[in-house]
T-cell receptor, first 111, second 114 residues
């Protein structure tokens, strides 16, 4: 079974803090994704990566950056957290041509 | 551009009722279509998919048919159970190649009462 894990289920941070969200997959997938999920808006793509050290902006990259130093790990970074980044963050991975598999999500609250 | 529109929720049904959740899409080319389900407190799981026109995806009693002429992928189940209570997301993937990002609808919450 494919396993996508995220470092935290719940996170509380203060405005202006630097926040790291980590995602690890164990199936050697080339492609990894970060989405945020908000009520009434569904999931929106923040960034994705199709290989180590490669990254592409999604639909809402502003205020975020990413890092992919190893194939199995894809990190989402909030350089200076703001209250409008309070959300559920979902990581996913896939082998090219196949289905996306999702992690359990990290619910982030920025105070 | 590419987009997905789902019927608004929440949808509340009694156990054993028939379920339809409407999904329509706008896309260039020939996208693949998906239904994902999110149970309370969990991430998304793939429920079913269809990769070309007239394909029918099915799983756990749920079905959806890829209708190119009406650009639709409606989710149906003949008899829902309390355990089907979840949020359902329709999604499309414009291409299967490198990256292969998904574009999601807004989600439809389903609540099934005993």
């Amino acid at each position: 079974d494919v396993k996508v894990t995220q470092s935290s289920r719940y996170l509380v941070k203060r405005t202006g803090e630097k926040v790291f969200l980590e995602c690890v997959q164990d199936m050697d997938h080339e492609n990894m994704f970060w989405y945020r999920q908000d009520p009434g808006l569904g999931l929106r793509l923040i960034y994705f990566s199709y290989d180590v050290k490669m990254k592409e902006k999604g639909d809402i990259p502003e205020g975020y950056s990413v890092s992919r130093e190893k194939k199995e790990r894809f990190s989402l970074i909030l350089e200076s957290a703001s209250t409008n980044q309070t959300s559920m963050y979902l990581c996913a991975s896939r082998r090219t041509g196949e289905t996306q598999y999702f992690g359990p999500g990290t619910r982030l609250l920025v105070l | 551009g590419n987009s997905v529109t789902q019927m608004e929720g929440p949808v509340t049904l009694s156990e054993e009722a028939f379920l339809t959740i409407n999904c329509t899409y706008t896309a260039t080319g020939y996208p693949s279509l998906f239904w994902y389900v999110q149970y309370p407190g969990e991430g998304l799981q793939l429920l079913l998919k269809a990769t070309k026109a007239d394909d029918k995806g099915s799983n756990k009693g749920f079905e959806a048919t890829y209708r190119k002429e009406t650009t639709s992928f409606h989710l149906e189940k003949g008899s829902v159970q309390v355990s089907d209570s979840a949020v359902y997301f329709c999604a499309l993937s414009p291409y299967a190649g490198q990256g292969g990002k998904l574009i999601f609808g807004q989600g439809t919450e389903l609540s099934v009462k005993p």
